[in-house]
């Protein structure tokens, strides 16, 4: 029986990677590295700003220390903040979604995104009160594709709740190869949704849709239902 939903937050409820890889390249052609956005959706998007910083200078034959690091991702975030200024970036069909599944399920939020970044978008949406659980990059020592988001998310899910909850009766909703791996990683069911890549990229979820006017009570219910690892839909 199906518990409680963990979204992903970037490409899943807000509309924020285009805005994620012009900081990216915006703050590295500060410093003469040069990003493009093909690079970015096939080699960087699933990673956290630690790992995603920290695969560029790999990639690139460089050897960048954790205050340069860190001064990347302070500049990033920065850049981030200016880009959504006064815009929406929520998906179209996000904030029914929320609030409908959050009338019968606890929701909590797995994200390789900073917290600020994360709770500055829900605040402004008026949708913050509907995530009790929000695990953010600072949260774990591994982002995504590693399990630890999804496996803090259940812990904290079952604090709130006060008793045990199993990963198999919780779903995530993904939108990248990154997050259904470290979701399935943890032991969740997964969704998976094509606002960032297409269905074909999105393999071995328990379903594939298309946007989040299909994430209904009842689609999720049925789907709670079946065994694991039966055919996507």
């Known amino acids: 029986m199906l518990r409680a939903v963990v979204f992903d937050f970037d490409g899943v409820i807000a509309n924020s990677e285009p805005l994620h890889f ?5 703050v590295l052609a500060q410093d003469g590295v040069v990003l493009t956005e093909p690079e970015y959706y096939a080699r960087y998007l699933g990673y956290d700003d630690v790992g995603a910083f920290g695969a560029l200078a790999a990639d690139r034959g460089e050897r960048w220390d954790e205050r340069r690091v860190a001064d990347l991702i302070r500049r990033k975030a920065a850049r981030m903040e200016e880009l959504e200024c006064d815009q929406s970036v929520l998906f179209p069909g996000a904030d029914a979604a929320v609030r409908r599944l959050a009338a019968r399920w606890p929701l909590a939020i797995a994200s390789g995104a900073l917290r600020a970044e994360i709770v500055r978008v829900l605040e402004r949406e008026n949708l913050a009160r509907f995530f009790p659980v929000l695990v953010a990059a600072e949260d ?3 982002g995504k594709p590693a399990p630890d988001p999804y496996v803090r998310a259940v812990e904290l ?11 198999g009766d919780c779903i995530a909703v993904e939108d990248s190869h990154w997050g259904l791996e470290s979701a399935r990683a943890a032991g969740l069911m997964t969704v998976g949704v094509t606002h960032t890549y297409p269905a074909e990229a999105l393999t071995g979820a328990e379903a594939v849709i298309p946007h989040l006017d299909r994430l209904t009570v009842e689609f999720l219910s049925k789907l709670g239902q079946r065994p694991r690892n039966a055919a996507p839909s």
């Open 22 to 26: 012009r900081a990216y390249r915006d």
């Open 140 to 142: 774990v020592r591994a």
């Open 157 to 167: 899910l079952s604090s709130a709740a006060n008793k045990p909850l199993d990963p």
